[in-house]
């Protein structure tokens, strides 16, 4: 069993920054790749960005590449997802989620993700 804990959601204007946290417990955290999704009210759950067990490779979704970056800190049990020039469509619950399948997460939807977190809030204003 994997618990995971996102923090540093909030309200932000447009071309702003936030950091997200994603703590974890329970079995070893280098174990799972680790990813973020959001979810925008009325959307569909949407894949951001995924991060290999040891942090060597990554994926994003294109659309967020270029300002969207994930990282992990092992030691921490943490995963990280650093968010500049926010725009007011990045508002959405975001997720962090773990799995040891790095492919999974943007794949079929992610329907197969093991492990997800409660979600935090991110909201960008114009």
């Given amino acids: 069993q994997v618990q995971l804990v996102e923090s540093g959601g909030g309200l932000v204007q447009s071309g702003g920054s936030l950091r ?19 979810q925008a009210p009325g959307k569909e759950r949407e ?34 997802l650093q968010m500049n020039s926010l725009k007011p469509e990045d ?3 975001y997720y962090c989620a773990a ?14 993700v093991h492990y997800w977190g409660q979600g935090t809030q991110v909201t960008v204003s114009s």
Avoid: E
């Fill in 99 to 112: 799995d040891p399948n790095f492919g999974k997460f943007y794949t079929n939807g992610a329907l197969n």
């Fill in 20 to 38: 997200l946290s994603c703590a974890a417990s329970g079995r070893t955290f280098s174990s799972y790749a680790m990813g973020w999704f959001r």
């Fill in 47 to 80: 894949f951001v960005a995924v991060i290999s067990r040891s942090g060597g490779d990554t994926y994003y979704a294109n659309s967020l590449k270029d300002r969207f970056t994930i990282s992990r800190d092992n030691a921490k049990n943490t995963v990280y």
């Fill in 91 to 93: 508002t959405a619950v």
